[in-house]
């Protein structure tokens, strides 16, 4: 449903496209023959602006897809509400510096032959209502195996990243006699979400009414009360996995009977790591880029050009936040970022739980915080966390600086990433997949500081790698417990273990640099993740 190309092409919320983006980088620098479809988007997801006192403001993020792509000459169409709506495709090469290829194809129905309510499907990324959503789905399952046969690809195995794709199950049903064996054979799906709650369904009245499949044959692999994509998907495909070793386990806890496996999502080597340590490992590590393994020698690089190369980014970064907003961060003082989606289970806000303590240990060791996120339109509770971090700025102000920065994009979470010193993540356990942006970080030696969810649980080696906010997955502790436990950790282990390594022990810290290097990036990454679907998953 979305994919994260560039920052100019707004056509992703988060880490689901950027993941998609990852993997259509990743595969064209290994060769894997491989093409993405996905929605045009045009008006983007959305352009955020915040007020003073942090009220998100939501602008159009519209964007022409004629200034980076072609339009293929072919067209198509979908039976939708009982009218014919036209399908166009924009074509985007995705080229890597090592030779390889992967065309990315974004549906477009932006046509004059369609209704004006059709023209739309395709405008808005999440957007709208419940109707608006199924027609998007349809356009982008059913329309998608459709573009693909009339542009001749042969497409051997379809992977649905996420739920939203898999009406195309309905089309490849169609094109084999309703045999649902020959096409859930040639599918593979990967499931994000943790909890049901979170799953895409629709009412079969809404499903009926929009689209042309015999409702029998779909309530038996979509379930009986209402369409789920998700169980869709799960008895359409031969393979299906999580994107962590503990989402592995929460979801085969939610879907019994369906074998789970598992493939860790990872980030682009090149894409995520900053100029500055795109030349230091140059230099120690030719070739590292495109087999990223190669960061286990990281130990060859002196650590005085480790700390000088993050100096770089982290100056870099200061520039910029003073560009945009006019704040003056202090280039010796421990930065902390924070910058994802804003929505509730994230958890923004809980290094603020106790102000008194956190003002505490900054009279002892300074600290400075960054965050960054847009909400979505929808979620109240997004942008009320937006601006109860405004709010806490307000009362910190003089003595902590606090800065969030607008309209979140890749570029921002590159600079992120990069040019703070600890990367922290809170979210409320298990609702975080996997999460990626803290593998972004450990490609340019930044420490993260997390909650033991999604792909931490298998990075943190504690005090090695980086640092845990509360106890593990499989610790039998109530929820309360936890939740103190998390407090705990999150102000001790700043205030006893964090600063003072940051403050009194330089090379200590770059010691746990390099750990984040070579023990994190080199394994946590989208060419590792590929290698896995190609060999695991679609062969
Ligand atoms: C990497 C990335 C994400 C994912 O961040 P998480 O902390 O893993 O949720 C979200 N948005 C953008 C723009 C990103 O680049």
Redesign the pocket.
């Known amino acids: 449903m979305e994919i994260?190309l560039s920052s100019d092409i707004p056509t992703?919320s988060?880490?689901l496209g950027?993941l998609a983006g990852d993997a259509v980088r990743s595969s064209a620098d290994l060769r894997i023959p491989l093409v993405a479809v996905t929605l045009v988007s045009r008006k983007g997801y959305l352009r955020q602006k915040i007020t003073g006192d942090g009220v998100q403001q939501e602008l159009p993020d519209e964007w022409n897809p004629a200034q980076y792509m072609r339009l293929l000459p072919r067209t198509v169409t979908v039976r939708i509400e009982g009218r014919d709506v036209h399908i166009r495709a924009w074509f985007h090469d995705h080229e890597s510096p090592v030779g390889g290829l992967v065309p990315v194809i974004l549906l477009d129905t932006d046509m004059e032959e369609n209704a004006p309510d059709d023209r739309q499907i395709t405008s808005y990324l999440y957007g709208s209502d419940s109707a608006y959503r199924l027609r998007q789905e349809i356009v982008l399952g059913i329309g998608g195996v459709k573009m693909l046969k009339a542009l001749n690809f042969r497409v051997e195995r379809y992977h649905m990243n996420e739920g939203h794709s898999s009406l195309l199950t309905l089309e490849l049903m169609r094109m084999n006699g309703y045999d649902a064996d020959t096409a859930g054979d040639m599918c593979v799906f990967t499931t994000h979400t943790p909890v049901a709650a979170a799953m895409d369904t629709f009412s079969y009245d809404d499903v009926e009414k929009a689209l042309d499949f015999p409702i029998d044959t779909l309530k038996k692999y979509g379930g009986e009360d209402r369409l789920n994509l998700t169980l869709l998907a799960l008895n359409m495909s031969k393979y299906h996995n999580g994107v962590a070793k503990a989402h592995q386990e929460y979801s085969q806890k939610l879907f019994h009977g369906y074998h789970i496996r598992e493939i860790t999502n990872g980030?682009h080597p090149f894409t995520w790591t900053s100029p500055e340590f795109q030349r230091l490992f140059d230099r120690y590590m030719h070739g590292w880029a495109n087999e990223p393994e190669l960061l286990v020698r990281v130990g060859k690089i002196p650590n005085e050009e480790i700390w000088d190369a993050h100096v770089k980014a982290k100056a870099a970064l200061i520039d910029d936040v003073h560009e945009s907003t006019g704040v003056t961060l202090d280039p010796e003082v421990l930065t902390i970022g924070f910058?994802?989606?804003a929505t509730g289970y994230?958890r923004a806000t809980l290094i603020f739980s106790d102000l008194d303590r956190l003002k505490e240990i900054n009279r002892k060791w300074p600290i400075q915080l960054l965050f960054s996120g847009k909400a979505h339109p929808h979620d109240e509770g997004g942008k009320q966390l937006i601006k109860d971090i405004y709010a806490f700025r307000d009362r910190l102000k003089g003595e902590i600086e606090v800065v969030y920065l607008e309209n979140?994009?890749?570029d921002?979470?590159?600079k992120l990433t990069s040019g703070v010193d600890v990367w922290l993540?809170t979210p409320l356990p298990p609702m975080?997949a996997?999460?990626?942006?803290?593998m972004?970080a450990a490609f340019n030696g930044v420490m993260n500081f997390s909650v033991l969810d999604g792909w931490w649980v298998e990075g943190c080696v504690e005090g090695v790698t980086g640092w845990a906010i509360g106890p593990g997955p499989d610790e039998p502790v109530t929820e309360e417990r936890r939740r103190a436990q998390e407090l705990r950790d999150l102000y001790n282990k700043l205030e006893y273990v964090i600063l003072p390594l940051y403050y009194s022990m330089e090379d200590e810290w770059t010691h746990r640099m390099k750990n984040a290097i070579g023990l994190i990036a080199y394994y946590f990454n989208s060419h590792v993740m590929m290698r896995r679907y190609a060999s695991e998953a679609y062969l």
């Open positions: 994260g992703y988060g880490g950027v980030v910058a994802r989606r994230k979140y994009s890749m921002l979470a590159g993540n975080e996997s999460g990626t942006s803290g972004k």
